[in-house]
């Protein structure tokens, strides 16, 4: 992305700062769990009641990786993704749920196209990578 101006504490900007910071992945959050929250298939893999929790984790989670506090790893170390999925079936139905809820989210953040394109291109990925099994 090239550098950029300097950001809130005087260093480079990140992408978490050029999209809004802490504001614009609480919404991206919120939005993806409104869809979790309904999907039959989802909505099991979390076993807290609350979705408040999964909400907190994905928060911390996708602002530290995008350049923000570093919240995440100072609560549970490092993400290790793959294996904090192992215990979940992510099938292809899965993978293409979590995709439709979380495209949803993106599209809901009206970011411009490069910086949407950019946030996509890692949460696509990231999807197709939690892929564990092909039984339904």
Do not use: C, I
Request: glycine share 10%; charged share 25%.
């Amino acid at each position: 992305m090239g550098r950029t101006p300097a950001g809130p504490d005087g260093g480079t900007r990140t992408f978490y700062d050029e999209v809004g910071g802490h504001e614009t992945f609480v919404r991206l959050v919120d939005v993806f769990y409104d869809g979790v929250g309904t999907d039959d298939v989802l909505r099991p893999m979390y076993p807290e009641a609350d979705l408040g929790p999964a909400k907190e984790r994905l928060l911390l989670f996708l602002e530290q990786y995008w350049g923000g506090p570093t919240t995440y790893s100072e609560q549970r170390g490092h993400p290790r993704l793959r294996m904090r999925h192992a215990p979940f079936k992510v099938n292809p139905d899965a993978r293409d749920r979590w995709l439709r809820h979380m495209r949803a989210a993106v599209e809901s953040l009206g970011l411009p196209p490069a910086q949407e394109g950019v946030l996509w291109d890692y949460l696509d990925r990231a999807a197709h990578s939690m892929l564990n099994t092909f039984e339904d």
